[in-house]
Nanobody, 124 residues
Framework: QVQVVQSGGGLVQAGDSLRLSCTTT????????MGWFRQAPGREREFVAA????????IYADSMKGRFTISRDRASSTVYLQMNSLNIDDTAVYYC?????????????????WGQGTQVTVSS
């Protein structure tokens, strides 16, 4: 059974940092890209960041560049999202997902398995 288990959400103040983790089924995710998406209240699901099967060529949404960093540890089948300089607009439910292919991808349709989501709330 494929598992995508997230952790690391919480309530922080503007300017703070937070690190999200996503542990996946190794046999399923080892040769696949991984991504992070988020969905804020009243908004559509938004691409955040993605990384290829081997941890190379990370891609980011424009609003996350320079603040967020995606990384993965293939040995532990874990993907991370380091979020720095958080602001109120970053408040959302964040989702980790396993891509259908090996490359990093930026649309939800390119992902096959999704985590349960974790709430990130940034206060002023």
């Amino acid at each position: 059974q494929v598992q995508v288990v997230q952790s690391g959400g919480g309530l922080v103040q503007a300017g703070d940092s937070l690190r999200l983790s996503c542990t996946t089924t190794r046999r399923t995710s080892s040769n696949n890209g991984m991504g992070w998406f988020r969905q804020a209240p009243g908004r559509e699901r938004e691409f955040v960041a993605a990384i290829s099967w081997n941890g190379g060529n990370p891609i980011y949404a424009d609003s996350m560049k320079g603040r967020f960093t995606i990384s993965r540890d293939r040995a532990s089948s874990t993907v991370y999202l380091q979020m720095n300089s958080l602001n109120i607009d970053d408040t959302a439910v964040y989702y980790c997902a396993i891509a259908r292919g090996a490359a990093a991808a930026s649309t939800p349709s390119q992902y096959a398995y999704w985590g349960q989501g974790t709430q990130v709330t940034v206060s002023s």
